[in-house]
């Protein structure tokens, strides 16, 4: 049904209109001639616009109908299926709705549009003219040249008019000729174009709160930060509501103006996902965050597309970073988790059952502490193989006692009073241990500075009469007289391993020492 370019209702090609409607209509026929007094309003409520119906229209046909106008003996009817409006219904043929026709068992068929690159003409409105000629042209080439149309659409439902903005097309089957609706109505002069590239959809998905009944769940994600993304057991309604949505999308291409923020949904591997627009490469190509995962993958423009799906359901992968504990090793660049790091974190915790307790929250992240199903503590495992070092004082999970001899070879020559100590070939610190052994070795007194590049330990143990350290850290570790790294006889070994638990940035790091 067309009203103006405003007001365009279409059924899509495969939908089952004609059957449900012959169903409806043998159904309530019967209702009606047996007088069954479920389909009878009560009487003691009136209708109000906006109420969902089954109505007996002028042309002696039952509908499914919103209430669109109330007067006093009759009202005005929308065919929900179809969109024609139904003027002068008496309220005796406004009959109730059975569930076995609701909109929740079988959505209306009829998709409400309006031509995307279209407008009025010098007003705010199509006129009556207009309107009467719009329709015209539709009847003159659907009902009498019997052509199909194509819809595309070109961007997100309108909220408050509940209309899809599209772009629609007219082919004769009979020559094979195509016709763009949006030109011909120009021709006509019953409306004007505007800009053809349409925004990206307003809005966002939003966050998940986490409360004490998201404690438990599954570990989606793991990002280049060791940002884990973590899916809770209590929204797995949502995510089958969600899964059913996406298997039945059908959104169409459009000329999108994306910016950093929009909300889209992607094309990846041939199925359908959540997205959010994180950074736009090129013309062609975005980066895109699939909100339900964490994922972040690249996606050209093709595969995008301008729509904010199912935007009552949040994100249903909420971002959490471990309490307690911060990176071993702290880079120049500001990234502070290695690549090393991340791999073990993902091995460790995706697609793992899990429970998080609340820490604290900040803008971007939940700063929780995780257990594994088997009772391991992700934050400890972290500590344990020198990934990170613990925050808390008097919890680190193990400490690793070290004792270095420095010889004077391993100065300058002649070996001088004091010595000078500093990081070989890398910019960047060394986090804090519980406690260190230094022996001054061949030398003393002896001085080690760190020029900023190595912070402050908690413990310094020292056989030197006359030891000095500038402010700084540096962690536990053995130099021998080599440069090699042995563990003491204190030291804490992994399992079958006789090298001690640190990671390789240390020990180039102190190997350059």
């Not at 499914?64 to 003996?73: C, F, L, S, T, Y």
């Not at 925004?199 to 990002?223: D, F, I, N, T, W």
Request: proline share 7%.
């Amino acid at each position: 049904h067309v009203t103006n370019p405003y007001h365009i209702h279409v059924n899509m090609a495969d939908c089952p209109y004609a059957p449900f409607l012959t169903t409806l209509n043998h159904a309530y026929t019967n209702l009606v001639r047996s007088g069954d007094k479920t389909i009878e309003p009560d009487p003691s409520c009136d209708w109000v616009v906006g109420d969902i119906c089954c109505a007996k229209t002028t042309d002696d046909l039952f509908i499914r109908g919103k209430i669109i106008e109330e007067m006093a003996e009759s009202t005005k009817v929308l065919n929900i299926d179809q969109g024609r409006v139904f003027s002068g219904i008496p309220k005796t043929n406004i009959k109730v709705l059975i569930d076995t026709f609701s909109i929740s068992r079988t959505p209306k068929f009829a998709l409400a549009c309006r031509l995307f690159d279209l407008a009025p003409i010098d007003q705010e409105q199509f006129t009556a003219e207009q309107n009467k000629k719009v329709r015209k042209f539709f009847i003159n080439r659907i009902k009498k040249l019997k052509v199909e149309s194509r819809v595309y659409i070109k961007g997100v439902r309108d909220p408050e008019i509940g209309t899809w903005p599209v772009d629609m097309w007219l082919i004769n089957p009979g020559n094979g000729i195509k016709e763009r609706v949006s030109d011909e109505l120009v021709k006509l002069g019953v409306a004007q174009f505007v800009a053809d590239k349409v925004p990206a959809p307003v809005g966002s998905y939003k966050q998940m709160e986490l409360g004490p009944l998201e404690r438990c769940g599954v570990a989606r994600h793991v990002s280049s930060d060791c940002t884990i993304y973590f899916a809770p057991d209590s929204m797995r309604h949502e995510q089958e509501e969600l899964s059913a949505n996406l298997a039945n999308f059908k959104g169409c291409r459009a000329t999108v103006d994306w910016k950093v923020g929009s909300a889209c949904v992607i094309r990846s591997d041939q199925w359908f996902y959540r997205g959010l627009v994180m950074h736009l490469i090129g013309p062609q190509l975005l980066e895109i965050m699939m909100v339900d995962s964490g994922m972040v993958t690249r996606v050209l423009v093709k595969d995008i597309y301008p729509v904010l799906l199912c935007p009552e359901i949040p994100a249903l992968a909420v971002p959490l970073q471990l309490a307690h504990i911060q990176p071993a090793w702290h880079c120049s660049d500001g990234v502070n988790w290695g690549q090393p790091a991340k791999n073990y974190l993902y091995e460790l915790v995706v697609n793992e059952k899990c429970q998080v307790d609340v820490v604290t929250k900040t803008p971007d992240h939940y700063i929780v502490t995780m257990t594994l199903l088997n009772g391991q503590d992700v934050g400890v495992s972290m500590v344990d193989k020198s990934f990170a070092v613990n925050l808390v004082p008097g919890k680190t999970p193990s400490t690793v006692s070290m004792t270095t001899n420095v010889t004077s070879s391993q100065l300058s020559s002649p070996a001088p009073s004091s010595g000078s100590f500093s990081p070989q070939g890398r910019s960047g610190s060394l986090s804090p241990v519980s406690s260190i052994q230094i022996s001054a070795g061949a030398f003393s007194p002896a001085t080690l500075t760190s020029s900023g590049q190595i912070p402050v330990f908690s413990t310094l143990q020292t056989s030197a009469s006359d030891f000095t350290m500038s402010p700084g850290q540096i962690s536990a570790a053995t130099l021998s007289p080599t440069g090699g790294l042995t563990p003491s006889s204190g030291s804490r070994c992994s399992s079958g391993d006789k090298s001690p638990i640190i990671n390789e940035e240390t020990k180039e790091l102190l190997n350059g020492l």
